[in-house]
C-alpha cells in the first residue's frame, strides 16, 4: 500500500536557525497537509496545499513557515527561525478529492 | 465554532473486555468524521470514517462507529479488546478535502 514518508524522522537544531521538513506524498494525491502535535497534546492543522497554492492556513502558520512543492514529488514545510515552542512531531498528509488523509510517520523536531 | 470533544483523557480495559470511546463534535455543515490510532512513535493510521449514508461504520481491527446526528457523536467501539489496541485514538471532524479538526485525543491502556 502507497505511504507517505517523511524525513528526516527527528531533527535538531538551535533557536534561530532554518528547517525544512521533507515529505513524499502518495503519487496520485492531489491534496496536501501539514499539522503538528506539541508533546502530549492535540494535532493541529497549520496548512492545505492544493494546484501548487496555499488552501487554507492556520493562526499557527505565520510569517516564519512556508511550503513548497518544488518537483512533481516532494512537499517541504520551512520554519525560517526557529523557536523553542516549534519542538513538535511534524506530520505531512496527501488525500485525494473527498477521501480521509492519509498521514506520514512525522518528524520529531526538537529546537534547542 | 467546529470542535472536537473526547471527554475520556485516559481509558484502561482488561484484555478480552468491550470498549467505547466518545466522541462529540459541533460543526456546521454535514461533517465527514473519522478515527485515527497512533501508537507510540508512529504516525496517525485511519481506523474508519463516515462520510455519509449507513450509520454504522466498519473499520480495520474489528474496530466500528456509530453516527448518531442528534447526538453529535461519533463513538467508536470494539466488542473485544487485544493488548495491541492499546494506543491513543483520535476522532476528527473536517469536510471537503480541507483542514481536519482533531480531539484531544483517549490514551487507551488494556490489562493483560
Known amino acids: 500500500e502507497p505511504e507517505v514518508t517523511q524525513t528526516p524522522s527527528h531533527q535538531v537544531t538551535q533557536m534561530g536557525q532554518e528547517v525544512i521538513l521533507r515529505c513524499v506524498p502518495i503519487?496520485?494525491?492531489?491534496?496536501f497537509y501539514w499539522y503538528r502535535q506539541i508533546l502530549g497534546q492535540k494535532v493541529e492543522f497549520l496548512v492545505s496545499f492544493y494546484n501548487n497554492e496555499i488552501s487554507e492556513k492556520s493562526e499557527i502558520f505565520d510569517d516564519q513557515f512556508s511550503v513548497e512543492r518544488p518537483d512533481g514529488s516532494n512537499f517541504t514545510l520551512k520554519i525560517r527561525s526557529t523557536k523553542l515552542e516549534d519542538s513538535a512531531m511534524y506530520f505531512c498528509a496527501s488525500s485525494v478529492s473527498n477521501s480521509p488523509l492519509h498521514f506520514g510517520n512525522g518528524t520529531r523536531l526538537t529546537v534547542t | 465554532a467546529q470542535s472536537v470533544t473526547q471527554p475520556d483523557i485516559h481509558i484502561t480495559v482488561s484484555e478480552g473486555a468491550s470498549l467505547e470511546l466518545r466522541c462529540n463534535y459541533s460543526?456546521?455543515?454535514?461533517?465527514?468524521l473519522f478515527w485515527y490510532v497512533q501508537s507510540p512513535g508512529q504516525g496517525l493510521q485511519l481506523l474508519l470514517k463516515y462520510f455519509s449514508g449507513d450509520t454504522l461504520v466498519q473499520g480495520i481491527k474489528g474496530f466500528e462507529a456509530e453516527f448518531k446526528r442528534s447526538q453529535s457523536s461519533f463513538n467508536l467501539r470494539k466488542p473485544s479488546v487485544h493488548w495491541s489496541d492499546a494506543a491513543e485514538y483520535f476522532c476528527?471532524?473536517?469536510?471537503?478535502?480541507?483542514?481536519?479538526?482533531f480531539g484531544t485525543g483517549t490514551r487507551l491502556k488494556v490489562l493483560a
Open positions: 460543526y456546521g455543515a454535514t461533517p465527514y
Open positions: 503519487s496520485n494525491h492531489l491534496y
Open positions: 476528527a471532524v473536517g469536510s471537503g478535502t480541507y483542514k481536519y479538526i
